[in-house]
């Protein structure tokens, strides 16, 4: 499902986020991406979802090659994903049903389908009594299980996490991940998942790649 080859991202003489990084994620597979801060790894989920473009090398999602899509393919290409943003990038003036029901909307879904998709994946994360509110009228960890339930309602083909149970309590980070699982294994949906938690990547036995100064020091599992 992702293949980089030799994938660099420059931004200046001195700023190299990422160096020859190849790597692949298989159709169907749970990954973890993991590694200190500032190794690299939201540079490779920004080139994996077309946010920013790599300095050398290629990026293919599902066979396509997203360095070189159209600028007019970019938002079709990024419907078919489902992501998890570390600042959540909710809509502060639409309310948490409006939010995760917005990309159904964009798609044509009727209302009363939105309404009903988003109310079961606002469930799936237990929020089901917030559907009228708003995001700043939610806690950090409120807000990251809405942009959860958000990227997941579309049944997406891959889903790109980045540090999705940071804001999240144990239990409710277990929920989380046990969610992502569950697409795994009944919908084939691909998860790369960027995470500081070790204790959760050893506890979940996944394969786990490894950046260090943007280069990939490790792929173990």
Same mark, same amino acid.
């Given at each position: ?23 692949? @994620? ?19 989920? =920004? ?9 050398? *090398? ?9 360095? $070189? ?13 489902? $992501?998890?943003? +570390? ?15 917005? @990309? ?10 939105? =309404?009903?998709? /988003? ?5 799936? @994360? *237990? ?12 806690? *950090?960890?409120?807000? +990251? =299980? ?16 980045d540090e999705p149970t940071g804001n999240l309590d ?16 009944? #919908? ?12 959760? !990547?050893?506890?979940? #036995?996944? =394969?786990? !790649?490894?950046?260090?100064?943007? +280069? @990939? /020091?490790?792929?173990? *599992?």
């Amino acid at each position: 499902m992702i293949q980089a080859f030799r994938v660099t991202k420059r931004y200046d003489a001195h700023g190299i986020a990422l160096r020859d990084v190849s790597l692949h @994620v298989s159709k169907g597979e749970f990954c973890f991406l993991t590694g200190p801060s500032g190794a690299g790894k939201t540079t490779l989920l =920004r080139l994996i979802l077309r946010e920013e473009l790599p300095t050398e *090398g290629q990026i293919l999602v599902g066979g396509r090659n997203v360095s $070189v899509l159209p600028k007019h393919k970019i938002p079709e290409f990024r419907r078919t994903l489902g $992501v998890v943003f +570390q600042d959540f990038k909710l809509l502060k003036l639409k309310t948490i049903l409006e939010n995760v029901g917005f @990309v159904l909307r964009v798609l044509g879904v009727p209302e009363e389908e939105r =309404r009903r998709r /988003a109310f079961l994946a606002l469930r799936s @994360v *237990g929020l089901e009594d917030k559907l009228d509110a708003f995001p700043l009228q939610l806690s *950090g960890g409120e807000q +990251q =299980r809405v942009a959860i339930a958000r990227a997941l309602i579309n049944e997406p083909e891959l889903v790109l996490a980045d540090e999705p149970t940071g804001n999240l309590d144990p239990d409710r980070a277990e929920e989380v991940m046990a969610l992502f699982e569950e697409m795994c294994a009944t #919908k084939g949906t691909t998860v790369l998942v960027a995470t500081h938690d070790r204790e959760m !990547i050893e506890r979940m #036995k996944k =394969r786990v !790649i490894t950046l260090i100064k943007g +280069q @990939v /020091a490790e792929i173990s *599992g």
